[in-house]
């Protein structure tokens, strides 16, 4: 036997020796581990463990979107519903609704008096005297005054319609030619100022200055450039969280007051009889 031949056996099996105490090693220490098959039954509870999270993940994704979808409107928290007791609190729901008011665009309330507009602005008021029950009007904040001819009704104004009949009276103001009122003058020729008519408007600028300033609408008003190039100007017709108007008015509507009369008494000596107006005035003589 030649000497390459002994040298490549003797190679051959120095290698075979080297990787069987390898191996040997590797299993006495541990270090080597042969993995497993899992068992069919292993298998099967593992898919059905996947299969049920996946089901109960579409559950819960499909419950949370459900609830999204088909949860009421986001109901607005209103202190001043919590406050004063009002029993026209319930008719009372929100809407976003977008201003009007501009320089130079018209609204259905502006403008030069007219028999159309006049009806417009006096409907604001129409249903501006209310009467309440006596559970209503035991929870007013005040007393107030019932109903001649049926005791257990209660005489209220909602005071926007108050407000709104301020605004009216002032507006009139500015158009004498069509509302002409009792004009008195001062010995030196200037108007006396402090007649009744005067008196009310004084009176309903100061109320609507409070009403505003109650009710703090802190909607943010933005600025632009006046397209018609006089400057910066705020942006008036602005987007505002209101009550919804045709709301109130059907409150009024159902509990609508006109048509009661109050009698006023000093100590047990009655002055007189009076019907109030839609307006909120006084009218004396309400026995027919």
């Known amino acids: 036997m030649s000497s390459a031949v002994v040298k490549e056996k003797f190679l051959s099996e120095l290698s075979d020796s080297a990787r069987d105490s390898e191996d040997d090693s590797l299993l006495s220490n541990g270090d080597l581990s042969v993995p497993r098959r899992p068992s069919s039954a292993c298998q099967g509870i593992w898919s059905r463990a996947q299969a049920l999270t996946l089901y109960l993940t579409n559950i819960i994704t499909l419950s949370v979107l459900l609830a999204v979808v088909l949860r009421p409107p ?4 209103d202190p001043s519903l ?16 977008r201003f009007e008011s501009a320089f130079y665009n018209r609204t259905a309330y502006m403008g030069t008096p007219s028999p159309e507009l006049n009806h417009r602005w006096m409907s604001l008021s129409e249903y501006g005297l209310s009467k309440i029950n006596d559970d209503q009007a035991k929870r007013l904040y005040e007393p107030t005054m019932s109903n001649l001819d049926n ?29 002409p009122y ?10 006396d100022k402090t007649t009744l008519d005067w008196l009310h408007w004084d009176h309903c600028i100061d109320s609507i200055r409070q009403s505003l300033m109650c009710s703090g609408d802190i909607t943010p008003v933005v600025y632009h450039i006046d ?6 100007f705020p942006k008036l017709q602005g987007t505002h969280v209101c009550r919804k108007w045709d709301k109130i008015v059907d409150w009024a509507k ?24 839609p307006q909120g ?5 309400g026995s027919e």
Do not use: M
Request: with cysteine; proline share 3%.
């Open 74 to 77: 986001r109901q607005v928290t």
């Open 82 to 97: 919590d406050g004063v007791y009002s029993p026209a609190a319930s008719s009372v729901e929100y809407h976003v609704h």
């Open 151 to 179: 005791h257990s009704e209660h005489l209220i104004t909602l005071d926007v319609f108050h407000q709104l009949h301020c605004l009216f009276s002032i507006r009139k103001y500015f158009w004498p030619e069509h509302y």
């Open 182 to 191: 009792d004009k008195k003058l001062n010995e030196d020729g200037t108007e």
């Open 227 to 232: 397209p018609r190039g006089h400057g910066i």
């Open 254 to 277: 159902d509990h609508d007051g006109s048509e009661s009369r109050f009698e006023f008494k000093e100590g047990d000596a009655e002055l007189d009889l009076y019907r109030l107006d």
């Open 281 to 285: 005035y006084l009218e004396k003589g």
